[in-house]
Nanobody
Framework: QVQVRESGGGSVQAGGSHRLSCVAS????????MGWFRQAPGNTREAVAI??????????ADAVKDRFTISRDRDVGGNAVVLQMNSLKSEDTAMYYC??????????????????WGQGTQVTVSS
């Protein structure tokens, strides 16, 4: 069974930086889709950034382009990614979820309940 574990949530001041990490264990495949979604209170869940663990970045939300970077976690190896968040804004406050699946590495496919989701980690940006 695939399990997803996020870490790194916390509070940060606007304009600051923060880093989230995610490990997906249990895959028998070496290359899978991994990404981050977020959901703020009262808002629908949205995709933030998606990549393949082969190293191809396939999606960034317009709201985070040029501020957030998704990459493989080379310190951990395997199916693990990090989300580096810079120039944080109050509107980035949300519960962040790591997601993994096989197949098409894009928001609609990854956003399905059939994907494997982590429990979520809260990021709060204060102004």
């Amino acid at each position: 069974q695939v399990q997803v574990r996020e870490s790194g949530g916390g509070s940060v001041q606007a304009g600051g930086s923060h880093r989230l990490s995610c490990v997906a264990s249990g895959w028998t495949f070496s290359v899978v889709c991994m990404g981050w979604f977020r959901q703020a209170p009262g808002n629908t869940r949205e995709a933030v950034a998606i990549m393949t663990t082969g190293g191809f970045i396939t999606y960034y939300a317009d709201a985070v382009k040029d501020r957030f970077t998704i990459s493989r976690d080379r310190d951990v190896g395997g199916n693990a990614v990090v989300l580096q968040m810079n120039s944080l804004k109050s509107e980035d406050t949300a519960m962040y979820y790591c997601v993994t699946t096989r197949g098409v590495c894009e928001p609609v496919a990854m956003g399905r309940a059939s994907s494997f989701w982590g429990q979520g980690t809260q990021v709060t940006v204060s102004s």
